[in-house]
């Protein structure tokens, strides 16, 4: 008796799970799931996100088929990113997305000890904010961390940075004053 309720309650679980989330986000090369998938209008517009398990919800399906958008972007920033016309967009269909592929150097590791004071780490970092649903501000940019071997205390500098506003979205207001977003910068 006790296996066939676990049985009901499990196929209960799988059947709830199918009516709630409608398509999946998954990698071109290795079929894994693709998580928080980012999906904006052709006006730049965020129409939503898709989920920690790389579902789309009902809710969302809805709301991109309500939209009056002609094309979809989806966007993650570790694949390509994907221009969906959405008369060809298919709700039932699995999204697949291809990886960005990044080559490094080769690295000598030697039990040698060096003379360097500190360890210099160059990275790409991206910063979006968001208001309002829509890309409130962008910043994006490359930046060298200095790590110091005997403190372990982290300096930056910014090499090369651009940002970006959209003077469309008015400032948040609350109680009479005006709350202003800044940019924010890298990530320590």
């Given amino acids: ?17 199918s009516v709630l989330c409608s398509q999946e986000f998954r990698d071109q090369l290795s079929n ?48 390509q990113n994907k221009l969906v016309a959405i008369k060809d967009y298919n709700i039932n269909s699995i999204v697949t997305m291809q ?19 500190y360890l210099v780490i160059s990275a790409y970092v991206r910063s979006v904010q968001i208001n309002n649903d829509r890309v409130h501000y962008f910043m994006d940019g490359i930046v060298e961390y200095y790590i110091s071997l005997k403190t372990k205390k982290i300096k930056l500098k910014f090499i090369s940075n651009r940002s970006f506003e959209n003077k469309s979205i008015p400032q948040l207001k609350e109680k009479g004053f005006k709350i202003y977003f800044q940019i924010v910068g890298a990530p320590m």
């Fill in 99 to 117: 990886p960005i592929t990044n080559e490094l150097q080769e690295v000598v590791i030697s039990n040698i000890k060096d003379k360097n004071q």
């Fill in 1 to 17: 008796m006790k296996y066939k309720i676990v049985l009901i309650a499990l196929f209960f679980f799988i059947g709830c799970k």
């Fill in 32 to 79: 894994e799931k693709i998580f928080f998938v980012e999906i904006y209008s052709d006006k730049g517009n965020l129409i939503g996100s898709t989920s920690a398990d790389g579902l789309m919800s009902k809710d969302l399906t809805n709301k991109i088929l309500s939209s009056d958008t002609k094309y979809l972007t989806f966007v993650n920033s570790f694949y």
